[in-house]
């Protein structure tokens, strides 16, 4: 009797699990702020290929100052507030400056934002490739990616491993490890119980 369906979404999250489990551990080992570096890196990377750069300083600090303001005028509010008399007259109700013209710069931040997501993908692949952990990292979280692939593979007739092996030539793509291990694998007996 061959495996069910809900069966082999099993094995394929119990073994996407245990790849998620290692790649943490390797991370933790080596270089807990990995992913972190990696991605400020990327960010960086993305912001010069887009000439951002000191745009994106100058915008840093101008919220840096916002958020101090913002700390600022809170404190007085809540100074204000403890004083019964300035209740009374309505002071502080004052509009912040960074409440000023947030529309205009909020949907242009927002196509930047998208450019930037998308050369930052790719510049984080760049970086994984490069970086021995990166390497390591990348390769199992491959697997990991194509798992639903690879456990249908182990578990299926040597017809459809076959085709499988003839797509990939045909395609030009090599099957992962572990896809290689389940090409492998004798076809299950559908007689044997």
């Known amino acids: 009797m061959g495996i069910t369906v809900t069966e082999k979404q099993h094995w394929k999250d119990r073994i996407a699990n245990r790849i998620k489990r290692r790649v943490e551990e390797i991370i933790a080992k080596n270089d807990p702020g990995f992913r972190k570096r990696i991605d400020e890196l990327a960010r960086d990377k993305s912001l010069a290929q887009l000439g951002l750069s000191e745009l994106m300083m100058t915008l840093d600090q101008i919220r840096n100052q916002r958020k101090l303001y913002k700390r600022q005028h809170d404190a007085q509010m809540k100074q204000l507030e403890s004083n019964e008399h300035a209740v009374y007259l309505g002071i502080g109700n004052r509009i912040c400056p960074d409440e000023v013209g947030e529309g205009f710069t909020y ?74 291990d389940a090409l492998a694998l004798q076809p299950m007996n559908s007689d044997s119980k």
């Open 107 to 180: 949907s242009l931040k927002i196509d930047v934002d998208m450019k930037l997501q998308e050369l930052k993908r790719d510049c984080v692949d760049e970086l994984m490739k490069i970086d021995p952990l990166g390497q390591q990292i990348s390769a199992l979280e491959s697997e990991q990616e194509n798992l639903l692939d690879t456990v249908w593979l182990a578990t299926s007739p040597i017809q459809i491993k076959e085709l499988w092996g003839k797509m990939s030539e045909m395609l030009g793509q090599t099957p992962s490890k572990l896809q290689q």
